[in-house]
C-alpha cells in the first residue's frame, strides 16, 4: 500500500493473515467433516467424541452404489474366498449385496447421478448460449424500451420456484412432461437465462465494437463476425456464467422434488430421501454427498480465475 | 464495377448485402429468448392467477369452483399464515445480516495481498458450490445432540438444535450464514479491488486513522456493491425452501416457502395455494423495489 510501513501496520497485517487462516479453517471444517465421514467405518460416523482421525475405507461407496439385504445367516466361507474384495467388505459389514444370476444390482444413485449430470450440462449449454446470443443483441443494436425489457428479463429471477412450480406443475401434467429430463431441462433453462443474459450483457459492452465494424469491413458477414470475433473475445464470460448456471442447476431441490419421482429424479432429492426412519447411514449418505460435490469443485477450479473475473466485472460496472 | 459500389457504403450495409440484414439478426438473438421466459414464467403465473379464485384441487378429479377473493380472505386472515411471515422475516434479518458481517468481514481481512491468496479465495467458495438441501441434511450429523461435532466442540452437552423449538430456526440461519457469506465476500472483494489505491495514499500521508479511512473512504465506495448482496441475499433468504425444508420440522422454523410447498403438494389445496403464491409475489416485488429504489439513490451520490 503506502511506501512507508510502520512496525505496526506490519503486526496488523500479520494478524489480519492469521485471521484469514482462522475463518478458512472454520469454514472447512464442515467439508471436511462431509468428507471425512465418506471415509469412515459406520460406527466411527456417530462415535462419542467426535472421531477425527482414523484409518479411511471405501466401504461407505461400495454400499452406495450397491443394493444389499441384511445377511440371515453366517456366510458360507467358500462363497468368501471367492468374492471380490468390496464385496467382503459388505460381508463384513453384515450384509450381501444382491445380484441377478452374475449381475451386481446397482442401487439408484448413479441412475440419480446421470440424471443430475444430463439435465445440468444440456440446460447450462442452452442458458448460456440462448444468453449469449441475447446479451448481443441488448449490445449491439438499438430496442425499444431496452431497460424494460432487460428488467422483465430479470425479473423473472426474483420469483420464488415454488410459485411458479404450482401451475407449472399442472402444466407439464396436462401434456406429460412430468418425470422427464426435457420438463426437467426446460425449467432450469427458464430459471437460469435471466441471469445469463445479465452477466453476458456485462461482457459483451466491454468488447469494442470497432472488433466486428473492422471484421465487416474486411468482408465477413455480421454472423461470421460474431462467431469468429466476439465470441473469443467473451470466453471468459462464457466461462464464468457456465459456471454459476451449472452450479444453480446442479443443485436445484425444489422444482425436482415437486416435478420428479422416479425416472428423471436428481440427486439433491434423492439423497435426502434415503435418510428413512430409524437411524440413518451417514458414512452412505457423506458418500454419497461428497460425490456430487466433486463436479462442481473440479469445474469451478478450473475455471476459477474466469469465475473471480466475471462476478468483479459484473458487479464493478455500474 | 460491383464491387467498387460495395467499397461505397458503409460496412453495415455491405454485410446486409451479403447475410442476413441486422435487424433479421437482432430479432433472431433477441425473440426466442423472450418468446421463452413469458411462456415459461409469464404465462404460469396468468394461469396461476386464474386457478387463485377457484377451490380447484390439482389430485381430485372433480369440477372446480369460482369462489371469488374467499381464497385471498381466508389466506389473510389466518394467523397461521402471519406467523410464517413472521418466521420468515426474523429468518431473513438473522441471516441476511449474519452474511454480511461475516463476508464483509472476511473481505476486508482477504484485501490484502498474501501467500496462496488465490486458493483460499477459492476454498473460501465451497460452501456455496454446494446443494442447500444436501447441505441441510449433513448439518443436521453436525448439530446432532449425541455425536455431533459442534455441541462436542462447544460443550454444549445435548443441547438439541434443530428439535429444540427456540433454536430451530437460528441453527438454520446459521448453516445458511455458512453457505452464502462467501457469496457476500466475493462481492465485497470486488467493490474493494475497485477503490482507487491513491485515495488510502493520500488518507496515508494526511495520517488519517484506520477508522477515519475506513468510514470516509472505503465504506462510501463499496456501499453499492455491498447493497447489491442485500438485495440479492434477501430476495433469496425469502425465498429458502429446500436448506430448512431438510433440516428441520419444527413448526417455529416454518418458512412461508415450505408452508406453500405442504398446501401445495401435501394438502393439494391448488386453488389457495395459488393465492398464497400470489402473496408472496407481490411481497417480494415490494421488497425487490425498496431496495431499487434506495440503490439509486445511494448511486447518485
Known amino acids: 500500500m503506502a511506501a512507508v510501513r510502520t512496525s505496526s501496520e506490519v503486526a496488523l497485517n500479520r494478524i489480519a493473515i492469521a485471521a484469514v487462516l482462522i475463518a478458512t479453517l472454520i469454514f472447512l471444517a464442515p467439508i471436511y467433516w462431509i468428507a471425512s465421514t465418506a471415509f469412515k467405518p459406520k460406527e466411527l460416523a456417530v462415535s462419542v467424541p467426535p472421531t477425527v482421525l482414523f484409518e479411511p475405507e471405501v466401504t461407505p461407496f461400495v454400499r452406495l452404489f450397491t443394493k444389499r439385504v441384511q445377511m440371515q445367516k453366517t456366510v458360507d466361507p467358500q462363497a468368501y474366498e471367492a468374492a471380490p474384495w468390496w464385496e467382503k467388505k459388505i460381508y463384513d459389514g453384515g450384509e450381501r449385496v444382491l445380484k441377478v444370476g452374475k449381475d451386481v444390482q446397482l442401487s439408484q444413485y448413479p441412475d440419480r447421478f446421470m440424471n443430475s449430470l444430463i439435465v445440468a450440462v444440456i440446460s447450462t449449454v442452452l442458458a448460456v448460449g440462448m444468453g449469449t446470443f441475447t446479451a448481443y443483441g441488448f449490445s449491439r443494436f438499438k430496442i425499444a424500451g431496452e431497460a424494460d425489457l432487460l428488467f422483465f428479463i430479470l425479473s423473472t429471477r426474483m420469483l420464488p420456484p415454488v410459485v411458479v412450480a404450482i401451475p407449472m406443475f399442472l402444466m407439464y401434467r396436462a401434456v406429460g412432461l412430468n418425470d422427464s429430463h426435457i420438463g426437467l431441462i426446460i425449467l432450469y433453462v427458464a430459471f437460469n437465462l435471466s441471469f445469463s443474459v445479465w452477466l453476458m450483457k456485462g461482457f459483451m459492452d466491454e468488447i469494442p465494437k470497432e472488433y466486428e465494424e473492422a471484421a465487416l469491413v474486411d468482408g465477413y458477414t455480421r454472423m461470421q463476425a460474431f462467431f469468429k470475433i466476439v465470441l473469443p473475445e467473451a470466453a471468459t464470460g462464457i466461462a464464468a456464467t457456465a459456471v454459476f448456471c451449472f452450479i444453480t442447476a446442479w443443485n436445484e431441490y425444489a422444482f425436482a422434488l415437486i416435478m420428479t419421482n422416479r425416472r428423471a429424479q436428481t440427486a439433491p432429492p434423492f439423497i435426502p430421501s434415503q435418510i428413512g426412519s430409524g437411524l440413518p447411514d451417514w458414512t452412505t449418505i457423506a458418500a454419497g454427498t461428497f460425490l456430487f460435490l466433486l463436479p462442481v469443485a473440479i469445474f469451478t477450479f478450473l475455471l476459477r480465475n474466469h469465475l473471480l473475473r466475471g462476478v468483479t466485472f459484473g458487479a464493478i460496472r455500474k | ?301
Not at chain 2, 458503409?10 to 451479403?18: I, V, Y
Not at chain 2, 403465473?45 to 380447484?56: A, D, H, K
Not at chain 2, 389466506?75 to 422475516?89: G, P, R
Not at chain 2, 455431533?148 to 441453527?171: E, H, K, M, R, T
Open chain 2, 1 to 301: 464495377m460491383a464491387s467498387v459500389a460495395l467499397t461505397n457504403l458503409d460496412p453495415a450495409s455491405r454485410a446486409a448485402a451479403r447475410g442476413w440484414s441486422d435487424l433479421t439478426i437482432r430479432n433472431m438473438f433477441i425473440i426466442p429468448t423472450l418468446v421463452f421466459l413469458i411462456v415459461f414464467n409469464i404465462f404460469p403465473l396468468i394461469y396461476s392467477l386464474g386457478y387463485s379464485f377457484t377451490n380447484f384441487a390439482a389430485n381430485r378429479s372433480e369440477p372446480w369452483q369460482f369462489v371469488g377473493l374467499q381464497n385471498y380472505r381466508e389466506l389473510l386472515t389466518d394467523d397461521h399464515i402471519w406467523s410464517n411471515f413472521v418466521i420468515t422475516a426474523k429468518y431473513v434479518i438473522v441471516s441476511v445480516a449474519g452474511q454480511m458481517i461475516v463476508g464483509f468481514g472476511l473481505a476486508l481481512l482477504l484485501n490484502r495481498s498474501f501467500p496462496m491468496k488465490g486458493l483460499i479465495t477459492t476454498l473460501l467458495l465451497l460452501p456455496m458450490m454446494m446443494s442447500a438441501a444436501v447441505v441441510g441434511l449433513f448439518w443436521q450429523l453436525l448439530y446432532s445432540p449425541s455425536w455431533g461435532p459442534i455441541n462436542y466442540v462447544f460443550g454444549l452437552g445435548d443441547f438439541a438444535w434443530l428439535s429444540n423449538p427456540d433454536s430451530a430456526l437460528y441453527a438454520v440461519a446459521i448453516t445458511d450464514i455458512w453457505m452464502w457469506s462467501p457469496f457476500v465476500m466475493l462481492l465485497s472483494l470486488a467493490g474493494l479491488s475497485a477503490v482507487p489505491q491513491h485515495l488510502y495514499e493520500a488518507a496515508a500521508i494526511d495520517r488519517a486513522s484506520w477508522w477515519y479511512t475506513f468510514t470516509r473512504i472505503t465504506l462510501p465506495l463499496v456501499s453499492p456493491i455491498l447493497l447489491i448482496a442485500l438485495i440479492f441475499r434477501t430476495m433469496e433468504a425469502f425465498k429458502t425452501f429446500d436448506i430448512a425444508y431438510t433440516m428441520t420440522t419444527q413448526p417455529t422454523a416454518e418458512l412461508i416457502a415450505i408452508r406453500l410447498y405442504k398446501q401445495a403438494f401435501q394438502q393439494w389445496d391448488t386453488g389457495k395455494s395459488c393465492a398464497l403464491a400470489y402473496i408472496v409475489l407481490i411481497m417480494v416485488l415490494a421488497i425487490t423495489n425498496l431496495y431499487v429504489k434506495y440503490l439509486n439513490k445511494v448511486k447518485e451520490r
